[in-house]
Nanobody
């Protein structure tokens, strides 16, 4: 199983970015797809997740600014608006399956700075 993420980069405060993550390989039972982030010196934290039936969950600080959507069974998009310097972190895509397995993608750096 591979998770291929795209997006990220440098953006000014108030700007927008979009992440996409596609799972490939022998995987047919994805339950949850989502994004986590880890800022320097901090623990990895949940940003947003979405289940196979479209139930979403957001970290409090991103509610109203970030939107997660599931494009199809194996792909997820995170739209990030009104970005703040405190959103600066390495962002990771993650999936978990009905059978209890979990997979991480490689991290993608987001820097919010003027």
């Amino acid at each position: 199983v591979q998770l291929q993420a795209s997006g990220g980069g440098l953006v000014q405060p108030g700007g927008s970015l979009r992440f996409s993550c596609v799972a490939s390989g022998s995987i047919f039972d994805i339950l949850v797809m989502g994004w986590y982030r880890q800022a320097p010196g901090k623990q990895r934290e949940l940003v947003a997740t979405i289940t196979s039936v479209g139930t979403t969950n957001y970290e409090d600080s991103v509610k109203g600014r970030f939107t997660i959507s599931r494009d199809h069974a194996n792909a997820v998009t995170l739209r990030m608006n009104s970005l703040k310097p405190e959103d600066t972190a390495v962002y990771y895509c993650r999936i978990s399956t009905y059978s209890g397995l979990g997979y991480w993608g490689e991290g993608t750096l987001v820097t919010v700075s003027s």
